[in-house]
């Protein structure tokens, strides 16, 4: 069986912060970045939410899956992103606002 490399650690033995994007789809690549776009938005809560959205969306781009299932899948957790972010803001803002 063929040993694939290491793709943590680059020749100088420094972690490869970029490692997990690579070799995806271009449309992987969209659908895994989408949900960050909360940090911007949303600062911390938005953050938390894109970011759990982003490491989902990266887990199920490495599964075997087919297409249009992990397409489905990670519009999905991008839309339940979202959801979420606008869900807990919107929870704060009544109990603050009373």
């Given at each position: 069986?063929?040993q694939l490399?290491?793709?943590?650690?680059n020749?100088l033995d420094k972690?490869?912060r970029?490692a997990k994007?690579r070799?995806l789809?271009?449309?992987?690549l969209v659908?895994?970045?989408a949900p960050?776009?909360l940090?911007?938005?949303?600062?911390?809560i938005?953050?938390?939410f894109?970011?759990?959205?982003?490491?989902?969306?990266?887990?199920?781009?490495?599964?075997?899956l087919?297409?249009?299932?992990?397409?489905?899948?990670m519009?999905?957790?991008?839309?339940?992103s979202?959801?979420?972010y606008?869900?807990?803001?919107?929870?704060?803002?009544?109990?603050?606002k009373?």
């Open positions: 069986m063929q490399p290491d793709l943590e650690k020749t972690p490869d970029w994007f070799g789809t271009w449309w992987q659908l895994s970045l960050i776009l940090l911007p938005i949303g600062g911390a938005g953050g938390a894109g970011g759990a959205g982003l490491f989902t969306n990266l887990s199920l781009a490495r599964k075997p087919g297409t249009p299932l992990k397409a489905l899948a519009l999905g957790v991008a839309l339940a979202y959801l979420g606008i869900l807990v803001a919107g929870l704060l803002y009544n109990l603050i009373g």
